[in-house]
């Protein structure tokens, strides 16, 4: 059941003042809302990572926040994860691969079920966002799921977007085809 709109607004004034527990609280019920709101901050940053499954989105994020963090910024990442179509469940397990997640209080990582939303992102994952940034997080991440040529709508959401895919996806007639390809802002093989 989600909170009151009233304890939302406790919980970032407590996220805000470095409690991880209320952070973390308040993005499990922003997760589970579809209608609370968080303010829009005056600045904010986002990186969409996206590509097929198995493809290094976790370890190359892993590696972006120890760079990020070795440079003095902090860093929150929002790990999607798919759910599954038979059981409703999630395996929320990107941040082993993140290699940098282990940073201490300048890396923040939360798991997320990507639930039953097209292209597997919640409409919640703005005020999620919101919040973060609101709380001081300089750098935020979004690692979608898995996805294929025609699930962009992480482009839609992040200020800049990443594609990472391998080097066997296909020849240069794959390439030329249009689709999230053709958003990227940076594609990393």
């Given amino acids: 059941m989600a909170l009151e709109l009233s304890n939302i607004s406790e919980l970032l004034e407590l996220a805000k003042s470095g409690d991880r527990r209320s952070l973390s609280r308040l993005l499990s019920e922003l997760a589970e809302s579809d209608k609370t709101t968080v303010p829009r901050p005056d600045s904010i940053w986002t990186l969409g990572v996206t590509g097929p499954p198995g493809s290094g989105k976790s370890t190359l994020i892993g590696r972006l926040a120890k760079h990020w963090v070795e440079r003095g910024e902090s860093v929150a990442i929002l790990a999607l994860d798919p759910t599954s179509p038979i059981s409703g469940g999630s395996f929320l397990a990107d941040r082993i691969r993140m290699e940098g997640s282990d940073l201490g209080e300048r890396v923040f990582v939360r798991s997320i079920a990507s639930g039953n939303n097209p292209g597997g992102i919640s409409p919640q994952i703005w005020p999620m966002c ?60």
């Fill in 130 to 189: 919101y919040s973060l940034a609101l709380c001081g997080w300089s750098r935020i991440v979004i690692e979608t799921v898995g996805t294929g040529q025609s699930e962009y709508r992480i482009a839609a959401l992040a200020d800049r977007l990443l594609l990472v895919d391998g080097p066997d996806r296909g020849d240069i007639i794959q390439a030329e085809k249009a689709g999230i390809i053709e958003l990227a802002d940076i594609i990393a093989v």
